[in-house]
């Protein structure tokens, strides 16, 4: 296990899912660089989201180890708070704050709900609020598979090409965004930094795609 004083980066997330009323909290650490080994913090070192410890997945017991170990908590929430408060806790004691803020709610606009959409006419989304300061967009179309979008920075509206479309069955669906807020974070022990992100997830209209 490396000891924790040695993280060289640091990132943290929280998501939460209108649709499901699901919030979810994400902080994990690197050494050496933002592409650098995971590592998993040394007793009695600490993680919290405002107050609650956080668990850690320990990537090296996964069965395929994708994402290597970070620390998480999940909980049910009718709406997010405006912001959240990690704080890191080393072995020495000394500790380390960053607060994530939250983005603006965002809905999806057009399509409506029950609205049947061509393919061969390729689908455009609008959804609301428009893209702010440090902010981008990605829509998704959900079918017998998942059609992303690019991460928008500005405007409204995600166009989806008939050639992007083109591998998705008609049938039903369920069209979504979601809204990202982006940053770096406000404390750290040394020059490699790191980055905290929020996501808002849109709640899901149900479509009909056609050819």
Known sequence: MIPAWFVATEEYSVSFDANDADLRYYAQFRAGGSTGTTIRLSDPS??????????????DEAWINLEGSYYYLNESA??????????????????????????????????????????????????????????????TISGNSDVDSEWVNSGDTCVFTAEELADMEPGDATVYVRRRLSGDIQMGHDDEGGSVNSYYWSTRVGVLVTE
Request: aromatic fraction near 8%.
């Open 46 to 59: 600490t993680i919290a989201v405002d107050g609650k410890e956080m668990e850690l997945f320990d990537g």
């Open 78 to 139: 009718a709406a997010p708070e405006a912001s959240y408060s990690f704080l890191w806790t080393r072995l020495d004691g000394s500790e380390y704050e960053n607060i994530v803020v939250m983005p603006e709610a965002i809905d999806v606009v057009t399509p409506l709900a029950d609205e049947s959409l061509s393919k061969a006419n390729g689908i455009t989304i609008t959804f609301s609020p428009a893209v702010g300061d440090n902010e981008d967009v990605r829509c």
